[in-house]
């Protein structure tokens, strides 16, 4: 019953749902179409506006006449140019030289002017007989000279009549040069005229091909919009049509039957399952062992390292107070966080190192969050409770946060004294709790550091500490952080290297002390931090009862 009434409610979810689509789908394409249809008119009373003001036929015929009217009227100006220009040839010729019988608006062959011609330009008909005449009495004077004198009343004659020609021919030159002068103001007017009757035409030539072309976009944008109308049409008439249809693709095809128990079969089911965790909880568990190289107990730590360990602090998480873990106390409650720091302390002062007493500790790890900066602080707060004089230095310059600890200011402090080249370690100092323990911050914070780390001022401020303190620790930047503690590590005397329990990866712990071992570095041992007191491995000082009894008043 359940079954089957599940599937009608789903059913009729289904055509409820389609009906509420197909309903908004319809509501949509409404707005769409509504606005479509507006604009459709808008477009086509803009074209029917135009239409009435503007005939596209007379206008399509106006462009064609102006088109071939407008070539005629630059044939007719190429062809007066062409003109103007054999004139001006004519005249720079001469009309003596060109011949009686010379034309000036001959062409060459070959070419033909247009409908622009005037009236032919000629020299007079009694040019050539007078030419002819002056020619013979030249000839004749060449002939009697050869017998007669130049003072010969023949001769004189003959060059009277000569002279007389001359200023004939000279008299028909003048008269032709005023005729081809008048042609050419012509010719210059009437390719003036031409010239302003072209810019005419193409003005109204530009302007009809203007008024067709904004016909022709008022048409597209019509033709456009009606087209999209068109198709919201269609879409809103299926829509509207498909919306009663049942278009449901899922049925009941058989009703649910009366359940019955198949008991035979369950512890059968109930085993495989067993046996199927069982299995694929062991595979993970190996896969895990496999890959995950973390350490989680001191034996571990133990079984891959060969170095020392020189003690191990116990996970103090749950003592937080404000997110902060406390610095250790001369009188501390927490037993065992304070004797394993006891403890670092006992293995430093009286560990089997070769030669002189360690003095500059560094203290790093592989990578950030291993809790090395804490271990820093609260070894050197142990090394003070003997009465030494401790210096704590916070050497990480790209994030270091030690004064945050020990609530105090960041600048100035190690990066400020090593960019100033001036050794003046006790005005960067600042005081702590305790009187025989000072801090040196880290100063301004820097990207690149390792350049100071190698210079001389660096060595100069160690040895300044060294001579002003009993013991100094130094706190670097993790070894996979920054190149800063590779390059301070063969300065000091001693390395201590931090590994977290649950969190540091063996490998990657491996090859940061070879690296350090590279340098020449000397590492005296490894320090297991935050390790799990509740583990049956870690059975370091956990008898505080002992010496302090419940009930007991302690001094």
């Not at 608006?105 to 007079?124: E, I, K, N, Y």
């Not at 010969?152 to 000569?162: A, T, V």
């Amino acid at each position: 019953a359940y079954l089957d009434a599940v599937m009608d409610e789903y059913l009729n979810y289904k055509k409820e749902t389609r009906a509420n689509t197909s309903e908004g789908t319809l509501q949509a394409v409404s707005e769409q179409l509504t606005e479509q249809e507006k604009d459709l008119r808008t477009a086509q009373d803009e074209l029917a506006d135009f239409q009435r003001d503007n005939n596209l036929t007379v206008l399509q015929d106006q462009s064609t006449a102006a088109s071939s009217y407008l070539g005629k009227l630059t044939t007719q100006l190429s062809d007066l140019k062409l003109e103007l220009r054999l004139l001006d040839a004519r005249v720079a010729e001469g009309p003596a030289e060109a011949g009686a019988d010379t034309n000036l608006t001959a062409l060459p062959p070959g070419v033909r002017l247009g409908s622009a011609t005037l009236a032919p330009t000629t020299l007079p008909a009694e040019w050539l007989p007078a030419q002819r005449q002056l020619q013979e009495l030249k000839l004749q004077r060449e002939e009697l000279g050869r017998f007669l004198r130049p003072k010969h009343p023949k001769m004189q004659r003959l060059n009277e009549d000569i002279a007389r020609a001359e200023k004939i021919l000279d008299q028909y030159r003048r008269e032709t040069r005023e005729q081809m002068a008048g042609t050419r103001q012509v010719l210059e007017a009437r390719i003036a005229t031409l010239e302003d009757s072209i810019k005419d035409w193409e003005a109204k030539l530009v302007d009809a091909n203007a008024r067709i072309a904004q016909a022709e976009s008022l048409k597209l944008k019509v033709q456009r919009i009606q087209s999209l109308y068109d198709r919201l049409l269609h879409l809103l008439q299926n829509v509207d049509v498909n919306r009663n249809l049942a278009r449901e693709s899922l049925s009941i095809m058989e009703r649910a039957s009366a359940a019955e128990p198949v008991l035979p079969e369950a512890p059968l089911l109930f085993t495989l399952a067993a046996l199927a965790g069982l299995a694929a909880g062991l595979g993970i568990i190996s896969l895990v062992v496999r890959f995950d190289d973390r350490f989680t107990s001191l034996s571990e730590l133990l079984n891959r390292f060969q170095e020392e360990i020189v003690g191990q602090v116990p996970d103090m998480g749950r003592h937080k107070s404000n997110g902060k873990l406390e610095l250790v106390k001369q009188d501390d409650d927490r037993h065992m966080f304070a004797e394993s720091y006891r403890n670092i302390r006992s293995s430093l002062l009286y560990g089997a190192n070769e030669g002189e007493r360690p003095r500059v500790l560094l203290v790093t790890s592989s990578a950030p969050s291993e809790g090395k900066s804490t271990v820093a602080a609260n070894l050197a707060t142990t090394l003070a409770f003997t009465g030494a004089r401790i210096l704590l230095v916070d050497g990480d310059l790209r994030r270091g946060g030690l004064n945050v600890t020990l609530e105090t200011t960041r600048e100035p402090g190690l990066s400020d004294l090593l960019r100033s080249q001036q050794v003046d370690l006790k005005q960067h100092l600042r005081p702590t709790a305790l009187a025989n323990l000072s801090f040196l911050p880290s100063g301004r914070l820097m990207q690149s550091s390792g350049e100071l780390f190698l210079s001389a001022t660096f060595d100069r401020v160690l040895q300044e500490a060294k001579d002003a303190f009993d013991y100094v620790v130094i706190d670097s930047a993790p070894v996979f952080a920054a190149d800063d503690t590779t390059t301070m590590a063969p300065k000091v005397d001693g390395i201590l290297f931090v590994v977290r329990n649950g969190y540091t990866r063996g490998n990657l712990a491996r090859q940061a002390l070879n690296q350090l071992y590279q340098r020449q570095a000397k590492v005296l041992g490894l320090i297991y931090n935050r390790a799990n007191t509740a583990s049956r491995n870690y059975y370091y000082y956990k008898y505080a009862d002992y010496y302090h009894p419940k009930g007991k008043k302690r001094d």
